[in-house]
């Protein structure tokens, strides 16, 4: 299954900004909304955000998401302690008529 | 409040099958797509497959042959298979709802060892 594409990892220090991408192709990012989720040791993958850059209720302003043709990213400003995590895109792929995943990209937060 | 929980089949030897079922509350199973993710220890999430409550479903390419997924609308459930586990099907599963996963079960570990 082809997958999307994520760095394994980013850092950032408390307060910035930081920024992770999310390449795909034109079956899937080019053509259906992103979805970003934050995963943490134990605990079910929680959503962040659907449909490109909406944020389900009780999730801070300080994600936001933004797509451009068949890559994604997903920014959170603000960063803090508590964001260190491994997080996840995911679309619906035309081609496979199924979902595809991001590998993750871990979070260090310095 | 949309609930989703898993059934706790724990250990599975190898070769036989796995069963899981995920209890739906809050909202009616007549409605939505619902699915199965897991996340194999250490390793990303692999999406596995939907079904409708009509019983129309689609599977990862990569688990077709040994996937069936199910729903009783009748207890608001649905329910996976996965024939003749090996280790490599060891991962916490879960039950989700929509396409991509807005909703998302607890997660149910399964570990595959004889």
């Known amino acids: 299954q082809s997958g999307l594409t994520q760095p394994p990892s980013a850092s950032g220090t408390p307060g910035q900004r930081v920024t992770i991408s999310c390449s795909g192709r034109s079956s899937n990012i080019g053509s259906n909304p992103v979805s970003w989720y934050q995963l943490l040791p134990g605990t079910a993958p929680r959503l962040l955000i659907y449909t490109d850059g909406q944020r389900p209720s009780g999730v801070p302003d300080r994600f936001s998401a933004s797509k451009s043709g068949t890559s994604a990213s997903l920014a959170i400003s603000g960063l803090q302690s508590e964001d260190e995590a491994i997080y996840c895109c995911a679309a619906w792929d035309d081609s496979l008529i199924g979902v595809v995943f991001g590998g993750g990209t871990k979070l260090t937060v310095l | 409040q949309v609930r989703l929980q898993e059934s706790d089949p724990g250990l599975v030897r190898p070769s036989d099958t796995l069963s899981l079922t995920c209890t739906v509350s809050?909202?009616?199973?007549?409605?939505?797509?619902w699915g199965w993710v897991r996340q194999p220890p250490g390793k990303g999430l692999e999406w596995i497959g939907y079904v409708y409550y009509t019983g129309n479903t689609k599977y990862n390419p990569s688990l077709k042959s040994r996937v069936t997924m199910t729903v009783d609308t009748s207890k608001n459930k649905f329910s996976l298979k996965v024939r003749s586990v090996t280790a490599a099907d060891t991962a916490t599963y879960y039950c989700?709802?929509?396409?991509?996963?807005?909703?998302w079960g607890q997660g149910a570990l399964v570990t595959v060892s004889s």
């Open positions: 809050g909202v009616s199973i007549r409605t939505y797509n």
């Open positions: 989700t709802r929509d396409l991509p996963p807005s909703f």
